[in-house]
């Protein structure tokens, strides 16, 4: 028999367990510390995330293909990601129920399942792709997958149920660091920066297939629907209160801003030695890590494969939580990182599973990681319209969110990017599905 604890009481104990007690009066440094912590946490975890092995690659590729041709669209990106990012967190704060868990109450558990069957199937092949990436990662280093995948797959479980949720944020938040690969591997390739402001504020734009493919792609990439999804529960479960929605917000907008200024830096970085140098087809981030040695050296190279790891680790371990959370929200099972399996057996099962096969599936040779990536990338951009419709019409209904429903300007835009990234999304699942 389990035991289901309501939303309200679950708040109540994540806020009183989880969150330290501040002392009363802090010093000017300590107060700039705090002030900087606190815009770290499920917005800046859920953004990077979405910079995984399969993000690495696009934005990898648009800067060998096209240059910087294509940092324009990463500023309206940010744009549309940080206003979705700011919604999730939101709903998560004001109504203490994930995603999943809001969709079938009020809409109905038809679409709650449709929901959990598509991203069952889209979370499962990403999951196996990061740990192909770990691999990959390691493997640049010569270490073999065989060894470094099933490791990597022990620690995300061992962090995920054997810790706590605020642990398991603070290691999420740690593998967030080798990001910072992207900005040093972009200044060693010596970039021509004035070139770089001008494809910001002056698209350049190309009438090819490729270009629109990539273009679509690289939109399609950064916004996938897990990332919100676990930014939403992650935020109920950190037990946020409603007095501190303005933080939550910041931090999940903030997130959507790092995250991208790392997509920028990993096109640029490409684009100022791989594009230069006449090498424009690759097919994967680690191609992309070698390409850089003779261009811009090993450091650049050993940076590219730091920074390819730690997105891989982040993602590979923030999928399968998203899963199980929309799952557990679905069917109305109770869900908790840090929860031993007696407690949640449906969540803890689920994650471990994932973790097995996905590590299982990444090792075995020859395994077609291109065509799971395809097939993943059709599911994804079918759910990811569904996603950003449900979000947009929860945020701006008076019944779930009362006096914090979204309204004028800030309903409009998000109107706007939801009609924007779903016709994107679309283009790439109907010229991806045809065989474009």
Known sequence: MVVRVPPVMRRVRSATLGRPRLPARLSPRRTRIFAFVGLLGPGLIAANAGNDAGGVATYASAGAKY????????????????????????????????????????????????????????????????????????????????????????????????????????VFIAFTIPFFAYPIAAILAHPHWGAVGRAVVAPHLHASTSYVLLLVATAGTTITPYM????????????AREDELAREEREAVSGAVFANLVAAFIVIATGATLFTHGVHDISSAADAARALNPFAGHYAEVLFGVGLLGASLLAAAILPIATSYVISESLGYEKGIGRRREEAPVFVNIITTMLIVSAFVAVIPGVPVISLLIGVQVVNGLLLPINLFFIWRLARSAHVMGARSSRGLPDLVTGITVTVLSTLSLVLVVVTASGG
Not at 92 to 120: H, N
């Open 67 to 170: 240059g910087y041709g294509l940092l324009w669209t990463i500023v309206l990106i940010t744009l549309s990601l940080g206003v979705v990012q700011m919604l999730a967190a939101r709903m998560g704060v004001v109504t203490g129920k994930g995603l999943a868990e809001l969709i079938r109450e009020e809409y109905g558990i038809r679409w709650s399942v449709f929901a959990t069957s598509a991203v069952l199937v889209a979370n499962l092949g990403l999951c196996v792709s990061e740990f192909v990436g770990v691999g990959a990662s390691l493997g640049l280093a010569g270490i073999p997958a065989q060894a470094s995948v099933p490791v990597a797959a022990l620690g995300i479980w061992l962090i995920i149920v054997r810790g706590s949720y605020r642990s398991a944020e603070r």
């Open 228 to 239: 919100q999804l676990y930014l939403q529960s992650a935020v109920v479960e950190r037990g």
